[in-house]
Every structure is written in C-alpha cells, then in structure tokens.
C-alpha cells in the first residue's frame, strides 16, 4: 500500500500534461528522494545521426523528479516552482535506452528547496543536476 507522501508524488507527476507527453512515471519514492522514469523515444532524438536524446528532455526528466522530491519531503510541502537549475552531462545518455532519474531534495528553507538529481541509463550515471525551487508554505 503507498503511503500518502508517495500518493502524492504519484499524483504530481501524473498531473503535469508535459510529464505525460514525455512518458514520464514515478518509480518509487521514499526519504527525501523519488525515482523518475522516462522510455526512450525516437521523438525525443536530439540528434538524428546518434539516436541520442535531446539534452533537454534530459533537463525535463530532472525538473520533474526535483519537484516530486519537494513534494515527498517529511514535512509536506506543497507546490513548487523552479528558480534555477544546472545539468551537468558526463556523456550522452545511450541510444535506444530508458533514462532514471533519482532526484532528491537537500535542504529546504522557509521559502526554497535545493535538490539534486542523477540520470542513468544502462551504463551508469550520465548527468547530475542541481537546482532550486520554491516552496509552499
């Protein structure tokens, strides 16, 4: 049975239109952190040549997972808006391959949260964003 914190995660992501054009679904959550997934899709292909994902769906699937894990948080923040944000990449995500994001938040201020996330695919970590977001109070 899911607990409220994750019902409500469950609830954010399938609530944004963007999140479900991307195929984006929340894998598990738990603490301070949830799990994005998002299949692979040949629309999404920034680069037509290699198959690889545009880097921006790459940004999408982070934003979203940050504010999930705003939303999981123990003392139940509510909605959440994005102040910043920076996507380090390592590599290109692989070709034809689902993409994972943990994203977690940090630390929350009365009116910010700071959260990071790590995108995977099969080969391990590719990119690692931090960001910041408002918070509900």
């Avoid at 997972?65 to 003392?75: I, T």
């Avoid at 994203?103 to 099969?122: I, Y």
């Amino acid at each position: 049975m899911e607990e409220p914190r994750e019902r409500a995660a469950r609830a954010f992501v399938a609530a944004l239109p963007f999140a479900r054009a991307l195929g984006l679904r929340l894998g598990r959550a738990g603490g301070d952190g949830v799990e994005i997934e998002m299949p692979w899709d040949a629309r999404l292909v920034g680069d037509p040549a290699t198959g690889v994902l545009h880097g921006g769906v790459v940004r999408a699937v982070a934003g979203t997972g940050w504010g999930a894990a705003v939303v999981v948080r123990p003392d139940g923040r509510g909605g959440t808006a994005t102040v910043g944000l920076r996507v380090d990449c390592v590599r290109a995500a692989r070709p034809g391959e689902a993409v994972t994001a943990w994203a977690e938040c940090r630390h929350v201020t009365r009116t910010v949260a700071f959260v990071r996330a790590v995108a995977r695919d099969s080969g391990g970590a590719f990119a690692e964003a931090v960001g910041r977001f408002t918070v509900e109070r």
